[in-house]
């Protein structure tokens, strides 16, 4: 898979070379490049935002140095990328859609910040591939980084490969549509609590059963929406 990544702050993406992708990057699975939206600008001052057309508050991404990104993206590109942007006012980010992208070939995350981004890039955008607007939930950051970085990460574990135990993969929140059972290791008995005795019985149907209505138990008090489905 090819992710690309359009930022003004292309170093906040330093972190993800680390640990489980800095493994899917150096073993080929994942080909990941990190562009500065500033490299698209012509003027001296590298301008990207500009005063919103109707007044108000903050400022707006000037639409050139996007065109000019995604032109040289998705020029000489195998697949048509799928082009996601970041946004509190997108559909919401789910395992489900991790799963989705996953099995996309080519990935461009296009980070806004300040107000947002120029309305006619989307609409251009959708000329050169996909366009998605994604947000993590229901509540507002700075800019898409911090979004596409966690985006990056749940899609990136998915890629077939990645996670060296693809078991580890099903047995967890949200792959079932549940939120996962709890997990105890060694020592059985820790500051007076002990491990719950199902768990060192050797009987793995009861594990199981036991396990299974954990998660119902869990889901039914902590997420009951996910239930309502
Ligand atoms: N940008 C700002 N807030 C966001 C959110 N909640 N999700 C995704 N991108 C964002």
Same mark, same amino acid.
């Given at each position: 898979m090819r992710i690309d990544v359009l930022s003004i702050f292309p170093s906040y993406f330093d972190g993800l070379t680390l640990s489980l992708l800095g493994k899917a990057r150096d073993s080929g699975l994942l080909e990941l490049?990190?562009?500065?939206?500033?490299?698209? @600008?012509?003027?001296?001052?590298? @301008?990207?935002?500009?005063?919103?057309?109707? =007044?108000?508050? =903050?400022?707006?991404?000037?639409?050139?140095?996007?065109?000019?990104?995604?032109?040289?993206?998705?020029?000489?590109?195998?697949?048509?990328?799928? !082009?996601?942007?970041?946004?509190?006012?997108?559909?919401?980010?789910?395992?489900?859609?991790?799963?989705e992208l996953a099995a996309r070939e080519h990935l461009i995350f296009g980070c806004g910040r300040y107000e947002g981004?120029?309305?006619?890039?989307?609409?251009?955008?959708? @000329?050169?591939?996909?366009?998605? *607007?994604?947000?993590? =939930?229901?509540?507002?950051?700075?800019? =898409?980084?911090?979004? @596409?970085?966690?985006? !990056?990460?749940?899609?990136?574990? *998915?890629?077939?490969?990645?996670?060296?135990?693809?078991?580890?993969?099903?047995e967890e929140s949200h792959e079932d549509g549940l939120l996962e059972y709890p997990s105890y290791t060694k020592p059985s008995i820790w500051r007076d609590r002990a491990v719950p005795e199902v768990l060192l019985s050797g009987n793995h149907a009861r594990i199981a059963a036991w396990r299974r209505e954990q998660q119902l138990e869990r889901t039914r008090t902590r997420r009951p929406d996910l239930l309502d489905g």
């Open positions: 490049h990190v562009r500065d939206l500033r490299e698209w @600008t012509s003027d001296r001052h590298r @301008t990207v935002d500009d005063t919103p057309y109707g =007044g108000g508050a =903050g400022m707006v991404m000037k639409p050139e140095p996007w065109g000019l990104a995604l032109d040289e993206l998705a020029t000489g590109a195998s697949a048509v990328p799928t !082009i996601i942007f970041p946004s509190p006012a997108g559909e919401v980010f789910t395992q489900a859609k991790a799963r981004i120029d309305e006619r890039v989307f609409d251009y955008a959708a @000329t050169i591939g996909e366009v998605r *607007l994604i947000s993590l =939930g229901d509540y507002v950051l700075n800019g =898409g980084e911090v979004a @596409t970085m966690a985006m !990056i990460e749940a899609i990136g574990r *998915l890629i077939p490969g990645v996670v060296g135990n693809p078991e580890s993969l099903v």
